[in-house]
Nanobody, 122 residues
Framework: QVQLVESGGGSVQAGGSLRLSCAAS????????ICWFRQAPGKEREFVTT????????YYEDSVKGRFTISRDTAQNTVYLQMNKLKPEDTAVYYC???????????????WGQGTHVTVSS
């Protein structure tokens, strides 16, 4: 069992930065891949980025490549999402999720956090 809690959301102007955190509890956290998804108002949930259990493999959705960075601190049971050069289209609720293996498909993720809001104004 893995429990996930996101934090770090907020409101920023375009071009600004935010760092989201996904804190996990559960002894097996280090064996799970962690993914960030986001859901904008009126839109479907979409894949943002994911990191393997070892941290050695990461994948990004094309629109965030070069701007977002995912990382994990196993000792702290936390995964981070550093978001730079934010754009208004990044506005969404951001969710972290855990799965046995990396995937871009939400259905593959077994555990989910409650989400944290990110608003980027122009």
């Amino acid at each position: 069992q893995v429990q996930l809690v996101e934090s770090g959301g907020g409101s920023v102007q375009a071009g600004g930065s935010l760092r989201l955190s996904c804190a996990a509890s559960g002894r097996t956290f280090s064996t799970y891949a962690i993914c960030w998804f986001r859901q904008a108002p009126g839109k479907e949930r979409e894949f943002v980025t994911t990191i393997s259990w070892s941290g050695s493999n990461t994948y990004y959705e094309d629109s965030v490549k070069g701007r977002f960075t995912i990382s994990r601190d196993t000792a702290q049971n936390t995964v981070y999402l550093q978001m730079n050069k934010l754009k208004p289209e990044d506005t969404a609720v951001y969710y972290c999720a855990a799965a046995i293996d990396v995937s871009t498909e939400a259905i593959e993720y077994e555990y989910w956090g409650q989400g944290t809001h990110v608003t980027v104004s122009s």
